[in-house]
């Protein structure tokens, strides 16, 4: 991953659960992590609302609440800039 003004940093896990099209969950840990980090287990689901698609997401467990708001901060971008791509697309 590179976010815009930084450094490419890395990340490594393993395919849990693949079940398309309602469900994907993996795990996430850093490469070189930080001393609060662990393994966490992603779990996305998806849910068809005709129309739309509902993504409900979990992430856990963390070590520390800053570690946990680093990711909470990371999804919410990544999802807002989704968001955004579909409604140009749309």
């Known amino acids: 991953m590179q976010p815009p ?3 490419r940093f890395y990340l490594a ?3 849990r659960e693949v079940d398309p099209p309602v469900r994907l969950a993996y795990t ?3 490469e ?3 001393e609060d980090d662990v393994e966490t287990l992603v779990v996305l689901s998806f849910g068809d609302r005709g129309e739309s698609t509902e993504v409900a997401l979990t992430q856990g467990p963390f070590k520390t609440e800053a570690r946990r708001a680093l990711h909470r901060d990371g999804w919410t971008d990544s999802f807002d800039k989704l ?3 579909i409604s140009r697309q749309a």
Request: hydrophobic fraction near 35%; proline fraction near 7%.
């Open 5 to 7: 003004e930084g450094e």
């Open 13 to 15: 896990g393993q395919f």
């Open 28 to 30: 996430f840990v850093w």
């Open 32 to 34: 070189e992590p930080d």
């Open 83 to 85: 968001e955004r791509l």
